[in-house]
Structures are given as C-alpha cells and as structure tokens.
Nanobody, 117 residues
C-alpha cells in the first residue's frame, strides 16, 4: 500500500512565502514522478509543478519564477517552496505520486493554502 501525506500550508499575506512538503511511503518503485496540483473553489484541479526522480522539473506558467519544486529521493519526499504569493494562488494543494512502471497515481489528502490581499 502506498501513502502520500502533505504538510505545510496555511494563511499568508500576498507577497509572502510558504513551503509545502509531501512524503510518500509504502511499495514505491524506483522510477516515479512526484508533483503538486491545486484546486481552487469552483475550478478544476490544475498542475503546479512536477519533478522526476532524476530531477527534471516542469512548472505551470503561473508558477514559473515564483515556485520551486525539489525532492529528497532517499526520503521519498517532495517540497514546494512558494514565494511572492498572490491571492489567486489560494487553493487546496494536492501531492501526487506516479509510479511510472505501472502507470498508477496516488494522491494525498490535500492541504489548504490561503493568500490574503
């Protein structure tokens, strides 16, 4: 069984910074991708950033230059550092682990990020 657990999040003023962490545990194979997604009220879930176990990253346009994704492979943990936060970044942020070899996704429970103006 694979578990994905997020931590961090909370309330921050516009222009501030916040960090999220996500730890995966269980039967995790070597080749996998971890990523952050978010869902604002009334909107669809969208990609924020992903990182492969070799360190390759992708970012949504809205995250480029402000957010940084990183990972600790030894601990199966991924981090999202968010700077220069905007009210439109307010959403529930979800962590996803994709096991590439079996094409299976595991999601965390989500953590709320609220940016006040």
């Amino acid at each position: 069984q694979v578990q994905v657990v997020e931590s961090g999040g909370g309330l921050v003023q516009a222009g501030g910074s916040l960090g999220l962490s996500c730890a995966a545990s269980g039967m995790i194979f070597n080749i996998y991708v971890m990523g952050w997604y978010r869902q604002a009220p009334g909107k669809e879930r969208e990609l924020v950033a992903t990182i492969t176990n070799s360190g390759s990253t992708t970012y949504a346009d809205s995250a480029k230059g402000r957010f940084t994704i990183s990972r600790d492979n030894a601990k199966n943990t991924v981090f999202l550092q968010m700077n220069s936060l905007r009210p439109e970044d307010t959403a529930v942020y979800y962590c996803k682990l994709r096991l590439v070899l079996i094409s299976k996704d595991y999601w965390g429970q989500g953590t709320q990020v609220t940016v006040s103006s």
